[in-house]
């Protein structure tokens, strides 16, 4: 049986670094059996795909074995002041999500079968 996967990376490396782990392991785990999977920063989450790219960044490697199922991350949360990391994530060629009035959509996700998780 093959599932549906949508992991949503809401985590800040900065605030808990063992739940953003948590996340891309989980999705890294479905990907190896098989399963239909697609990785979403949202929230904080896209202050960890900004870090996690560089190549020392300790979660890099986790991101690299996962990166072909990366969706994006949240258009709106990258400009925000909070987190503007957006001049970063074009650098590196991240795609922002923004078919939610500008933000990622987790309904999306929902329609299409996938079960969601939160990280």
Do not use: W
């Not at 809401?10 to 697609?38: N, P, W």
């Not at 795609?95 to 959509?105: F, Y």
Request: proline content about 2%; charged content about 20%; glycine content about 10%.
């Amino acid at each position: 049986m093959s599932n549906k996967v949508a992991v949503f990376i809401y985590e800040s490396t900065a605030g808990d670094l063992s739940r953003a782990f948590r996340g891309l392991s989980t999705a890294k785990e479905f990907i190896q059996a098989g399963d239909d999977v697609k990785v979403i920063f949202d929230g904080s989450g896209v202050e960890t795909i900004a870090a996690i790219v560089n190549s020392q960044h300790p979660l890099n490697g986790i991101y690299e074995a996962i990166q072909s199922n990366v969706e994006g991350a949240c258009g709106f949360c990258a400009i925000s002041p909070g987190h503007n990391v957006k001049a970063k994530l074009d650098e590196v060629g991240i795609k922002l999500l923004t078919d939610n009035n500008g933000e990622a959509s987790v309904r999306k996700y929902a329609n299409a079968g996938y079960t969601i998780l939160n990280f």
